[in-house]
């Protein structure tokens, strides 16, 4: 994957597969199950990079695509990274000028 001259990149395709099994795991635990137009519109990232990311963990166990709810193995994942620093990575760097904005008010 090659980097974007942008400063606002978009994240990989990895990043997002850990934002999305944390984000189905909180809500799976509240009894809710989200869809892939809502789990794209939580994380801020485009319904393809969903569907490409839950097919891939489809394919390796951890998720039930069809379902869209993590597997127990899935589940075994999402706990094992609960004090992990790998998963406090925002999905997006913040906008400079957006920084300059915050620091004027």
Known sequence: MTKSTSTNQ????????LHAMRA??????AGRCLN???????????????RTVVGELDRQGLVDALRMKL???GF???AGMA?????????????REGLALLRAA
Do not use: H, W
């Open 36 to 50: 892939a137009m809502d789990l794209a519109a939580e994380l801020g990232v485009r319904r393809s990079d969903i």
């Open 76 to 78: 075994g994942y999402v």
């Open 24 to 29: 189905m795991a909180r809500a799976q635990a």
């Open 71 to 73: 597997t127990l193995v």
């Open 10 to 17: 978009a994240p990989s395709l990895n990043l997002v597969a």
């Open 83 to 95: 004090n992990s620093k790998f998963g406090d990575q925002p999905l997006r760097k913040p906008r």
